[in-house]
């Protein structure tokens, strides 16, 4: 409508311009009484007025077309269209004090994985770590037992998406609630817990069933005792799924978990049943290696698959160590309730009661068992030595130090048991094996404590038979450890009878590189060079840390490359002193782990330059990881079990059969 008006405008405007144009010219040529388009051409006048006629047009109509768009615009805003009204209505606004859906959470960190380039799955990788640039070593179980990934081919998330996601955390509005990420993290192990019980209940079972000669009465027996653990967790994980998705809601049955809990209860039947017969199954487990060929070869091809990513036999004791997890989260949601005044307090409280009986008489049953797979392990382990497994016996502590030979310092891994000290050395064999060099009963040895030498800190001394072996521990903190550990050992075996010890049978000791007599001690003159010192912090493993209910967590974490610029989301699984990285908790087995054996954890320093909130730093030399988890409490759990991890001694292996290249154990 304003378009016409305006061309009536312009219309009108054209003859008012064209008649005084025409006076203009009559006016000139009576004045001058001259031919016009010679003294003043009348094509420039028309020019001129032509021009004047376009802006004016142009003026008019753009006027117009703007206060069309506005009065458009206002229409618009007064009158919304239906279809809007209707997406409004069907999108409620939570409330703020409630976070959306823990299970759609999970769907949107799904597609958030999915929808970013995606990991390095190739079955073979056979690049070693330490060749790429700022690369962490993260472990590929030798042979690429589970692949790594490496630094320069990173499929992080960029920049912009990483923007994206944490528009779309501020808008989830997690809870700061610290019960709900106590539940969480209830939720989260069990889902890693279903998976390990999967290790025995489906791929030992079919790995197994395609054999002849297995010992089948030893694996009925395990596989009668787990399908029914299994069976009822599969439902349980379901129940806790729905509940945490219903912490959104304002009903109060959504904000407790410890009903739940009470309910289940009913497990311990069969946790009792479990805990009364896997003892037996261990000892037939290693009676049937032993004896049975085919079956020990098909049971070490099955701890080198993927799927096996620790030792078979520390899945059969994660049922044990569940109940443990259970009884340490129900602790702390009890003690941030405080009193029965909250409603969820009570039945807390009574789960944790009935948890409490159970494990009270579980432990000691949990610590033989514990000693045995380390006995078992470490006879595999040790090259030089039969008779390791002896009633009695004991594994108390292993862990590296640096022992002076007449070569100088060199790292060898100890392994201290209740009645006698064994120091080995790393093989060059592809599985992670240890020669076993010389035996001390602890009957017959002496500590003490001795001054720097050779440049080495943190030193003590030995003395057993005509032996003295002068180590150097990597700190203080781990020197006093081995000295409380030696000292507690050596008078326990003083007080026991010479019938309760059984010596070891060693196939091979080299007296002349790794012995140090006494007499020779006070001669030794090999220069240290400083390369080979213990003065960088982290630069020799730590000690292996337990296998407790401590140490064991999962869950979703951000993870970040020293020279990286994005963040990349993965399912990451802490057990056994190693994270082992997953694209989603559904995977069935890890894309590649990272021992933490050396490693420190912090948090970041101004130097690193991460602007983000819950992060922290895993740091081995110059080999630097940064994760971020979602909440204070997540990330204060990350800090804990991974820092409780490094500052104790170990009763597992790491991984299975298989080692890496580049595990952190450096002999």
């Not at 309910?263 to 009364?276: G, H, V």
């Not at 909440?631 to 759990?637: D, G, L």
Request: proline share 5%.
């Amino acid at each position: 409508m304003y378009v016409v008006e305006a061309s009536s405008y312009l219309f009108i405007t054209s003859g008012v311009i064209g008649e005084s144009y025409q006076n203009i010219k009559l006016q000139h040529s009576e004045k001058l009484n001259t031919n016009i388009s010679f003294i003043y051409p009348e094509s420039f006048v028309f020019i001129f007025y032509l021009l004047t006629e376009i802006i004016i047009y142009s003026v008019v109509v753009n006027f117009f077309i703007l206060l069309t768009a506005t009065n458009s615009m206002q229409v618009q805003t007064a009158a919304p269209p239906a279809d809007t009204q209707k997406v409004s209505e069907e999108v409620p606004v939570p409330p703020p004090h409630a976070p959306t859906s823990p299970t759609a959470n999970v769907i949107q960190e799904q597609q958030s994985v999915s929808s970013s380039p995606t990991l390095n799955t190739s079955p073979v990788n056979t690049t070693p770590l330490s060749a790429h640039k700022e690369n962490i070593p993260l472990s590929n179980h030798v042979n690429n037992r589970v692949d790594s990934i490496p630094n320069g081919h990173d499929k992080s998330v960029s920049p912009s998406r990483v923007g994206e996601m944490e528009g779309e955390s501020r808008k989830r509005k997690y809870p700061s609630d610290k019960a709900y990420f106590i539940a969480k993290e209830i939720l989260t192990t069990e889902r890693t817990y279903k998976k390990d019980l999967e290790v025995i209940n489906l791929w030992l079972r079919e790995e197994v069933g395609k054999e002849e000669g297995m010992p089948t009465d030893i694996l009925s027996q395990l596989f009668q005792l787990i399908d029914p653990i299994y069976e009822f967790h599969s439902q349980f994980l379901k129940e806790l799924d729905t509940r945490l998705a219903q912490c959104g809601s304002n009903k109060l049955e959504s904000q407790r978990v410890g009903d739940i809990m009470l309910k289940n209860m009913s497990m311990l039947k069969m946790y009792e049943q479990y805990m009364e017969g896997h003892y037996g199954i261990l000892e037939g487990l290693e009676s049937s290696f032993r004896k049975n060929r085919r079956f020990e070869q098909v049971y070490r091809d099955f701890e080198m698959q993927k799927v096996c990513y620790l030792p078979l036999t520390s899945f059969i004791l994660k049922p044990l160590h569940r109940l443990q997890h259970y009884h340490l989260l129900l602790d702390r949601l009890v003690k941030h309730y405080g009193s029965a005044n909250h409603h969820d307090y009570r039945e807390c409280m009574t789960a944790k009661a009935k948890l409490s009986q159970v494990i009270k008489g579980m432990v000691p049953v949990l610590s033989a068992s514990e000693n045995l797979v380390k006995l078992v392990e470490l006879q595999r382990d040790l090259i030089g030595i039969d008779n390791l497994i002896q009633p009695g016996r004991e594994f108390l502590r292993e862990g590296c130090l640096q022992k002076l030979s007449r070569k100088g310092y060199q790292q060898r891994m100890f392994f201290l048991f209740n009645d006698v000290l064994l120091y080995t050395n790393r093989t060059t064999t592809p599985v992670l094996q240890f020669k076993v060099h010389g035996q001390l009963p602890l009957r017959g040895v002496m500590v003490e404590e001795t001054e720097s030498r050779m440049g080495a800190t943190n030193c003590f001394t030995i003395y057993g038979g005509n032996r003295a072996l002068m180590v150097a521990a990597n700190s203080e903190e781990e020197k006093a450890k081995w000295l409380e550990d030696l000292t507690r050992a050596i008078t326990q075996a003083k007080s026991r009878p010479d019938d309760a010890f059984h010596y070891l049978s060693l196939k091979s000791i080299s007296s002349s590189d790794e012995v140090l007599d006494r007499s020779e001690s006070s001669t030794m003159e090999d220069p240290l060079s400083p390369s080979r010192g213990l003065g960088e912090k982290g630069a020799s493993p730590q000690q292996r840390s337990n296998t407790t209910v401590h140490n064991q967590l999962s869950g979703y974490l951000l993870r970040k490359f020293k020279n990286s610029m994005g963040w990349q989301k993965l399912w990451v699984v802490f057990t056994n002193f190693c994270l082992f990285f997953y694209k989603t908790f559904q995977d069935d087995f890890p894309l590649a782990s990272l021992p933490l054996l050396g490693y420190t954890i912090t948090t970041p320093g101004e130097d690193d330059q991460i602007q983000k909130e819950f992060v922290f730093k895993l740091q081995f030399k110059n080999h630097v990881y940064f994760f971020r988890a979602e909440s204070e409490f997540t990330f204060s759990r990350w800090m804990e079990v991974i820092s409780t991890a490094t500052q104790n001694s170990a009763r597992t292996r790491l991984f299975s059969r298989k080692e890496s290249e580049n595990e952190s154990i450096r002999l």
